[in-house]
């Protein structure tokens, strides 16, 4: 065992200790009020990065939430530095959503850490934190330059990180990038995620009367907001489950038979997928299997609807407006852009003259794919082989981290999608958690990584 494998080893209950103060802090970066809370994270990191012993740790504000940037670069000009990607806010958790503990007091329980961000993003960008604390440890001199970037942003869409890294891009100028923030479908069997789905949000918003109206005096003769969304909305869809906007489909590459082959190693079971949804049946494109369906098709989601009365009683009212947000996830080779324009255009298309439609599009970024037959790649599946004892699988998944396409295009360095999490987490959901396995393994192969790097491997 290596010295810094030792050193995780001896720290490894004051890592976990570290890691509960920094899920503590309430970072929902989509909450006007959670601003100071978000900041303090930031805070809180670069203090963290300072004291393990890099050379510069600097916050950047942004007209956003501030990015933390650190970097070790005693290895020298001549050696190879790793990028490391993070993100340090969280979605928004509330005890009332199912939480058994509040989801900002980390809790352990049978193996897990159970927090808001224990898993998205906090706990695997932490295990890379505590990796190169290891390494750096009693004056060790790692082979390999270390560079953080850890954004407050990213699950509001990484709003103000390309312009960052476009305009850093020698600061930020690396051999390889290392993404932490996606997950596995088991815990002993590890993989790494070679492509991402893209993503854009738009927010469409239905008004009719002036004012919410006596439903008994107008009902009848005003088109109702909240019933012209429903109807909107019931006509994106195919009742096969398919996407009804024309050319939605028109640049999605299909998957070829070898591909579809080698996910299939991968396939959810019907009881896993169950297990993991609670809902009572699959749905879905029929001509694709569940994996298929997440990780390499295109999909049209509602995120929420609301309008009218929904307080308890009951109010008989016509009401004014009604508002939908709906995503898209996106695959190779679609372009952000042009689906926003084709679905906004539909929307337009099919709302009647008795309601007044708005659709505002906000562009996500487009799908990523990570090239697997690279050095550093295998210098990844020899850490993964070392961490785990075994050889890791890829996979695809459906989720989106903006930021990969903006590395490969500003840096034009390799992206590797090192997740230390687990597809049940619960991310983004209640009694979100963290294997505390993944937390130890995910340093330990941290550090094999960087060494494999460090050796020119
Ligand atoms: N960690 C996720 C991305 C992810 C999820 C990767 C599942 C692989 C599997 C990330 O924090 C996230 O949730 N991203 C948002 C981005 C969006 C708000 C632009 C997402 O996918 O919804
Ligand atoms: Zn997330």
């Not at 330059?145 to 709003?159: D, M, R």
């Not at 297990?275 to 009572?280: K, M, S």
């Not at 008795?354 to 550093?376: C, K, N, S, W």
């Not at 993964?384 to 890829?394: A, I, R, T």
């Amino acid at each position: 065992m290596s010295q810094a494998h030792e050193y995780v080893k001896a720290h490894f209950e004051q890592f976990k200790g570290q890691l509960f103060d920094l899920l503590r802090i309430p970072s929902i970066s989509t909450s006007v009020e959670h601003a100071g809370d978000v900041e303090r994270t930031a805070q809180w990191l670069a203090d963290d990065l300072q004291r393990i012993g890099l050379h510069t740790v600097e916050i950047v504000s942004t007209p956003g939430h501030p990015i933390v940037y650190g970097e070790w670069i005693g290895a020298g000009l001549d050696a190879k530095t790793i990028l490391i990607y993070g993100h340090y806010d969280v979605q928004p958790a509330l005890k009332s959503d199912g939480w058994i503990n509040e989801p900002f007091e980390p809790t352990e329980r049978d193996g897990h850490i159970y927090a808001r961000g224990s898993s998205d993003d906090k706990g695997q960008v932490f295990a890379h934190i505590k990796a190169v604390e290891a390494v750096l440890a009693n004056g060790g001199k790692p082979s390999v330059n270390l560079k953080f970037l850890i954004e407050g942003e990213e699950e509001i869409g990484s709003t103000h990180l390309a312009d960052f890294v476009a305009a850093n891009r020698a600061k930020l100028q690396a051999d390889v990038c290392v993404i932490s923030d996606s997950g596995m479908p088991t815990p002993d069997q590890p993989s790494i995620v070679y492509a991402l789905r893209g993503i854009l949000t738009m927010d469409v918003v239905v008004n009719g009367p002036a004012t919410d109206l006596h439903s008994g005096v107008y009902g009848g003769s005003v088109h109702n907001p909240v019933q012209a969304l429903a109807e909107i909305i019931a006509q994106l869809h195919n009742p096969d489950g398919s996407v009804a906007v024309p050319g939605f489909y028109d640049d999605v590459l299909p998957l070829s038979d070898e591909e579809r082959a080698e996910l299939q190693k991968t396939a959810m079971t019907e009881a896993a997928w169950r297990q993991a949804t609670g809902a009572p049946k699959q749905w879905g494109e029929p001509e694709f299997a569940i994996h298929e369906r997440t990780g390499a098709r295109p999909t049209l989601e509602i995120n929420g609807m609301a309008g009218g009365y929904y307080e308890p009683g009951f109010k008989t009212v016509l009401p004014a407006k009604a508002w939908a947000k709906i995503s898209c996830r996106l695959v190779a080779n679609q372009d952000p852009e042009v689906i926003g324009t084709l679905v906004r255009n539909f929307i337009m298309n099919i709302s009647p003259a008795t309601i007044h439609t708005t659709v505002d599009v906000a562009l996500g970024g487009p799908a990523a794919f990570v090239d697997i037959r690279t050095p550093e790649m295998q210098a990844a599946v020899r850490a993964y082989e070392q961490g785990w004892g075994k050889k890791p699988v890829f996979m695809r998944e459906g989720g989106s981290i903006p930021v990969v396409s903006e590395f490969q295009k500003e840096l034009n360095a390799p992206v590797i999608l090192m997740g230390l999490g687990l597809n049940d987490d619960g991310a983004h959901s209640a009694n979100e958690h963290f294997m505390v396995e993944m937390f130890r393994k995910g340093i330990n192969t941290a550090i094999y990584f960087y060494e494999a790097m460090g050796a020119g491997e």
